[in-house]
């Protein structure tokens, strides 16, 4: 009997999920059933696609036939190391996020728990579907699938009117992106009717349709991932999923988008041109700039996170573009550095992001709130969840020693390299984009702190928040996995090289494990010591050493005497929760500095006010440039066509039959 | 690898470096008189840089432009200016038509531009100073841009010599100057135009009691 | 690790604890000579801290213990920050741990934690700090960056440590993108230490103070920490401010020799720039609170322009 292959471990795991989700349709109503035990078995099946996965990478690749689907066009599957990078990432994130929905969902919301289940597990087996399929087909079916299931998931509380709209256009913009998708597939079978990935990798496509081929999956990928101008479905879609739902699309879905841009800017297109990189790294960073500054003005605690994602989809994009750039140039070894900090910050974001996406369900569930502005103190009410929120917080804003710091110093040691290219315009603006970078990661750390001081700090802003309760046991674990996988990319980074430099070798052809293997597992020194270093475990040591160091020596030396009182506050005796910051004051500097790059309806108190108010709202200009402008000339199209629209049966015949007639003269050979 | 450099080169290019930065100060600078002094620095640095050129390559009508910039640029223009805004009593901040910080940004775009369009001209050059020519290029472009964004007069002058101070530059940058005469009349037209301008402000005050040239526009026939 | 090498690190750290305090005082007593005041004794910093030290801590009843937790982290980064910025040797055993990119990381970490701490008892004045030190910080953590950027660019390193080796111990070359650094650096440590042109740290006027409106509400050894972590961080600018414009004095390697030449060295050229530092302050105006956005702006755009000509003048790297 053969052992059994990791790629056949994972098509079980696929239909373990598959199994799972259905189920729960043989209870459809039993809560306890479903949450205590068919999610927790989630989590196990998500614990071993991640071990496999681990276990796979460096290996080559495996292919495997399954004979559904249209006879002649089975499913070609193949597991290689890039698939097997993102294969972890889904495996690992999914623990988290299926024992934390194990505790997070209750009775009589929206959709009936069984169905929810049935959903939530398809769009786990869907992702890993797409991560393996080797051929449009296969790719395409998972991919639809994945969007489909997570659809329903977002309009999971259907009962809303924005929930449904919100759903709706996150409905429409994937199918745009999937469009783009197939017609990529589409020029890069140039033809040979062969959609395996295999053949796409045998044509040798001109420049132009290579081009073609890398701006249609530029679009569509990016639609799925919320690059801009195709952002505005996540900012919707995300605050109105539940919780769990909005990390998994988050961490993860997110991720099988640049998953796909990967695959086929690496892959599937051998020969990739200088300025498909300037492209990527262009969109990236405007995408970049804008998800930060709008993550900055937010109310809405789902929607800070949601416009956060933007912005690291943008740095990701970023990253693309550098390697894009490097490898056209036939930079590998720089290229790999590059695409190191694409890989790992896609591990990381979906580590931190997915935690401070429950960390908000389970304020939400506390308070029944997600404004900010009717938030406050929590971490009296909630430590768990408050501390363990620390910890995306601090990665979030790519900030040592977690993960996010990590992926952002490979960037811009690889930015560092950019002045070597040889074209003369792209060596000066190269580095000038390093700046904006730098920028954007400075920016979300002030994101970050009005998510956490608003929600957890200060003094609570309305009364009913002293009811609020700690997360359940099950949150709790969920939580705690994820910050752990937070900090285990935060100081391990040498050793979480070693494992994604699989997928970087096989792309590229070289990889940065060698050299960062020679220098021991604690220090991240990608090129050489004297070049640049990072030990992320000797930095924690260091300042946890000073910390108790002093605080054991002040002890000691004097004393650890501390008395309660009023606070002081400059002695103003009119101390309420309504004299903090509110979440529009505290991001008033951003408004202000950048106003043009909002579109702001404000309304400022006069003095004859009898009650007085001020309030600001923050839309997207995208909205007013782009959509609203297609959406009515799609109106006015569709008018149009209404007169088409009789109502007449016979009219109707006469159609279908001059239609007939018309393909019949065209159609002839 | 720059080991090869020698000094009279690196201190060409410091030079060059702070032209380039007092451009940008003076993009940044809100008040006028603070603009007319770091004009004069400027022009003082074109000296100092004219000079080192001069007495590397030993050309002697170098040494002389090098006076004359010192003289016209760094005090004669300069102290024009002072009178004038004097008599003129122009007060309070240079009003610009673009926020500062917009205009800074747009200047860091033109000097990649710059520097850029620059490059395969140096190439060809063999001077020692060929590497400036960039932020030569940079500079005239910096002081447009001023000229482009204030709106009261005096500033737009001092862009204007500016400008002037950029050309210069690119000259002692590219081909170790231009010819005596030449330079000669344009050190002449400059001082003439600074002159002349100067009698203009005074007929646009006394016209619009003020020298807001927004004012301007209303001359346009309707 | 050698000893020499592990000493020499314990020496260095040692030094910036001491040396922090006196530091302040002396930037303090030159501002009140030039402001022609009678100056405040030199080592009144140790007093003060002292002093508070011996206090009881009064706690505000919202304090959570993330704000009792907060300024031994903030001490313990600058901390870190000195003990991997050259001083005295670039020979340092800690100096590997973090680079230039993660200095500035170690200054942000500070920076969010005394924001929240500020945030934490949910006073007006803390949180009106908190918001506006994030603005300084989102600002001039990038131009800090970019600065950084040129310099490595220079030595083709992010190293601390490298950097300062060959600027210091190379033949002498003139870097005009150092010019353009060097000044967008100064602007920046005016910004990061409080200083006047942004914020004032003398200043107890409500509307004007961003560092002070941070920590009104701490008070004995977490003030003290604050307070020390402050001095700290003035040095560690100080210090890399000289380590990567002025690195000449800097022993190389383990030489005991050279060891003990950098310590007048270093002490005379913190007392210059100390000195300086106290006469910028005294010659400027605080700038209004939506100036300073404008002030370091322009420090990010010297710091990107430096870089231009780094790559234009002095040839690819």
Redesign the interface.
């Known amino acids: 009997m053969p052992a059994l292959l990791p790629i056949d471990a994972l098509l079980i795991a696929a239909c373990a999920w598959l199994v799972l989700g259905i189920a729960g349709l043989v209870a459809p109503r039993n809560l306890r059933f479903i949450s205590k035990t068919l999610f927790p078995l989630g989590a196990l099946v998500g614990m071993m696609v991640g071990l496999v996965a681990l276990g796979f990478l460096g290996e080559s690749p495996e292919v495997a036939v399954l004979a559904i689907g249209l006879p002649d066009l089975p499913f070609h599957l193949r597991l290689d190391n890039l698939a097997a990078v993102f294969a972890l990432l889904l495996g690992f994130a999914s623990v988290g996020i299926s024992i934390f929905a194990a505790g997070y969902f209750r009775k009589g919301e929206g959709t009936a728990p069984g169905l929810m289940c049935l959903q939530y597990h398809i769009f786990l087996a869907s992702m890993l579907m797409v991560l393996l399929a080797d051929d449009a087909y296969a790719f395409m079916v998972a991919w639809e699938c994945m969007a489909l299931s997570s659809f329903f998931l977002v309009t999971t509380d259907h009962r809303h009117a924005e929930i449904r709209r919100a759903g709706y256009l996150y409905l429409l913009i994937a199918h745009i992106g999937a469009i783009a998708i197939l017609l990529s597939f589409g020029v890069m079978s140039s033809g040979s009717g062969d959609y395996s990935f295999a053949g796409m990798r045998a044509q040798s496509l001109s420049p132009f349709w290579g081009s073609a081929a890398f701006l249609l999956a530029l679009l569509g990928f990016g639609a799925k991932a919320g690059l801009l101008p195709v952002h505005v479905w996540l900012p919707e879609a995300h605050p109105a999923a539940p919780s769990p739902v909005s990390a998994m699309m988050s961490g993860v879905m997110l991720k099988t988008a640049i998953y796909g841009l990967l695959r086929v800017s690496f892959d599937l297109l051998a020969e990739p041109l200088w300025w498909w990189g300037v492209v990527a790294m262009s969109i990236g960073l405007a995408t970049a700039v804008f998800g930060v500054l709008y993550s900055t003005v937010q109310s809405d605690m789902k929607r800070l996170l949601a416009y956060s994602s933007i912005e690291n989809i943008g740095l990701l994009a970023v990253g693309i573009g550098l390697t894009l750039i490097f490898h056209a140039y036939r930079m590998e070894s720089l290229a790999a550095l590059a695409m190191t900090a694409v890989l790992y910050h896609c591990l990381a974001h979906a580590g931190f992001k997915s935690l401070l996406f429950l960390c908000t369900g389970s304020v939400l569930h506390a308070t029944r709130e997600r404004s900010l502005g009717k938030l406050g103190g929590l971490i009296h009410r909630m430590p768990w969840v408050a501390w363990l929120a620390l910890a995306g917080v601090i990665a979030s804003a790519g900030l040592p020693p977690l993960s996010g710091f990590v992926s952002e110093w490979l960037l811009l040691q690889s930015f560092l390299f950019s002045p070597g290219l040889p074209h003369?315009?792209l060596n000066?603006?190269v580095p000038?984009a390093a700046a904006v970078v730098a920028l954007v990661a400075a920016l979300a750390g002030f994101a970050m702190v009005k998510f956490y001081g608003i929600i957890f700090l200060g003094q609570m802003r309305e009364e009913n928040l002293k009811d609020a309760h700690d997360a359940g046991p099950w949150e709790r674990v969920g939580l705690v996995w994820l910050a752990g996988l937070t900090l285990a990319l935060g100081v391990l980074p040498s050793t979480v090289i070693g494992f994604i430099d699989a997928a970087t070798r096989q792309l590229l052809g070289t990889g940065l494990a060698d050299k960062v293997r020679e220098h021991g597992w604690w220090m991240l020194a990608p090129i050489s010591p004297e070049r640049a270093s990072y030990e992320p475990l000797i930095f924690l040591a260091t300042i946890a050493a000073a910390v108790l160091l002093g605080r054991q020596l002040v002890r000691r030396l004097y004393h650890g005497r501390l008395r309660r009182s009023a606070a002081w506050d400059c002695g103003y005796v009119f101390q309420s929760a309504r004299a903090q910051d509110t979440a529009e004051g505290f991001s008033q500097p951003i408004r202000r500095i950048f106003e043009p790059m909002f579109r702001m309806e404000r309304h400022f108190p006069t003095i004859r006010d009898e009650k007085p108010y001020y309030s600001v709202k923050v839309e997207d200009h995208f909205w007013h440039w782009l959509y609203l402008p297609v959406a009515r000339l799609a109106e006015r199209g569709s008018r149009l066509i209404t007169r088409l629209q009789g109502g007449r049966i016979a009219i109707y015949l006469l159609y279908s039959f001059l239609t007939l007639i018309v393909l019949l003269l065209v159609a002839r050979p | 690898?720059?080991?090869a450099?020698p000094?009279s080169s690196?201190?060409i290019?410091?030079f060059?470096?702070?032209i380039?930065?007092l451009a940008?100060a003076m993009l940044?600078q809100r008040r006028v008189l603070a603009l007319i002094n770091l004009f004069a620095l400027q022009g003082l640095t074109l000296a100092l840089s004219t000079l080192v050129v001069a007495v590397t390559t030993g050309q002697t009508h170098l040494y002389w432009s090098a006076g004359l910039t010192l003289v016209l640029k760094a005090l004669l223009l300069p102290w024009i200016l002072h009178r004038l805004v004097r008599r003129l009593e122009v007060k309070g901040d240079v009003e610009s038509l673009i926020k500062?910080?917009t205009t800074?940004?747009v200047?860091?775009a033109l000097?990649?531009i710059a520097?850029?369009v620059a490059?395969p001209i140096s190439q060809l050059s063999n001077t020692i100073s060929r590497?400036?020519l960039?932020?030569a290029l940079a500079t005239v472009m910096l002081a447009f841009l001023m000229m482009i964004t204030r709106s009261k007069a005096i500033p737009q002058v001092v862009g204007f010599l500016a400008m002037e101070n950029g050309l210069f530059l690119a000259a002692t940058s590219a081909t170790y100057g231009m010819p005596m005469v030449v330079e000669l009349g344009i050190a002449l037209d400059v001082l003439v135009g600074a002159i002349i301008l100067g009698v203009f402000f005074f007929q646009i005050r006394e016209q619009f009691d003020s020298l807001d040239i927004r004012h301007l526009e209303k001359l346009k026939e309707r | 690790m050698n000893v020499f090498g592990f000493l020499g690190q314990m020496f260095a750290i040692a030094l910036a604890l001491l040396l922090a305090p006196l530091l302040t005082g002396w930037v303090n007593q030159c501002r009140a000579w030039l402001q022609n005041r009678s100056a405040p004794p030199l080592l009144q910093p140790y007093y003060m801290l002292h002093k508070l030290f011996l206090k009881d801590v009064v706690l505000a009843h919202g304090a959570s213990p993330l704000f009792r937790f907060a300024p031994f982290v903030v001490f313990g980064c600058m901390v870190l920050a000195c003990a991997i910025i050259p001083t005295l040797s670039t020979d340092l055993p800690l100096a590997p741990a973090a680079d230039t990119i993660a200095l500035v990381g170690v200054f942000g970490l500070a920076r969010i934690f005394i924001a929240l701490a500020a945030m934490d008892v949910g006073t007006s004045f803390g949180t009106l700090g908190g918001r506006r030190e994030m603005l300084i910080g989102f600002l001039a953590e990038p131009a800090l960056l970019m600065v950084i950027f040129t310099t490595a660019m220079i030595s083709q390193s992010t190293s601390v440590a490298t950097i300062v080796e060959t600027l210091a111990h190379r033949?002498f070359?003139?870097y005009?993108?150092l010019?353009?650094a060097g000044?967008a650096f100064t602007f920046v440590s005016f910004a990061e230490n409080a200083r006047v042109p942004v914020d004032n740290p003398a200043t107890h006027l409500e509307l004007t103070m961003i560092h002070e409106a941070m920590i009104l509400e701490y008070s004995g050894r977490h003030l003290a920490l604050i307070e020390w972590a402050a001095s700290l961080k003035l040095y560690a600018y100080s210090c890399l401010g000289l380590a990567l414009f002025f690195p000449w004095g800097i022993a190389e390697g383990d030489s005991f020799l050279g060891l003990l030449l950098a310590i007048p060295v270093l002490a005379i050229k913190l007392a210059i720039g100390g000195a300086l530092l106290a006469g910028i302050e005294t010659i400027n105006a605080k700038v209004r609170i939506f100036r300073a956005?404008?002030f370091l702006?322009?420090a990010f755009?010297?710091a990107?322009?430096g870089l231009?000509?780094r790559?234009?003048?002095?040839?690819r790297v």
């Open positions: 003369p315009w000066m603006v000038v | 690898m720059n080991l450099v000094l690196q201190l290019n410091l060059a470096s702070v380039l930065l940008f940044a500062v910080p800074m940004l200047g860091i000097v990649i520097f850029n490059l590497g400036t960039g932020i | 033949d070359i003139i005009p993108s010019a353009f000044i956005p404008e702006g322009t755009l010297f990107v322009l231009l000509v790559l234009l003048l002095e040839g």
